[in-house]
């Protein structure tokens, strides 16, 4: 079993910033994509981005390419995803998610990962 813990959360005015982490416990010997979701109120969960095992492979949304960043700290068994320029329409509940199938491609639908976590909410005021 892993266990997925997000955090960093929080509000913010559009323009700002904020850095989520995912603290990944448990299961953490089994390489893994990890990826991050996200949920507005009345919407369906969409793929935001994603990070392979090494971190050499990426993939972002289009709606935040340019304005987020994922990466990696195996030895903490952290990811973390960097939100610049944040705007209203990024506010949602925000979920990692970890993809024990794939250490190298990247997938965007979220059946295909095994784990999630309990969520941290961004809201982001005009």
């Known amino acids: 079993q892993v266990q997925l813990v997000e955090s960093g959360g929080g509000l913010v005015q559009a323009g700002g910033s904020l850095r989520l982490s995912c603290a990944i416990s448990?299961?953490?010997?089994?390489?893994?994509?990890m990826g991050w979701f996200r949920q507005a109120p009345g919407k369906e969960r969409e793929f935001v981005a994603a990070i392979s095992w090494s971190g050499t492979n990426t993939h972002y949304a289009e709606s935040v390419k340019g304005r987020f960043t994922i990466s990696r700290d195996n030895v903490k068994n952290t990811r973390y995803l960097q939100m610049n320029s944040l705007k209203p329409e990024d506010t949602a509940v925000y979920y990692c998610?970890?993809?024990?199938?794939?250490?190298?491609?990247?997938?965007?639908?979220?059946?295909?990962?095994?784990?999630w976590g309990q969520g941290t909410q961004v809201t982001v005021s005009s």
């Open positions: 448990g299961r953490t010997f089994s390489p893994y994509v």
């Open positions: 998610a970890v993809d024990h199938g794939e250490t190298v491609r990247i997938f965007e639908e979220g059946r295909r990962y095994d784990a």
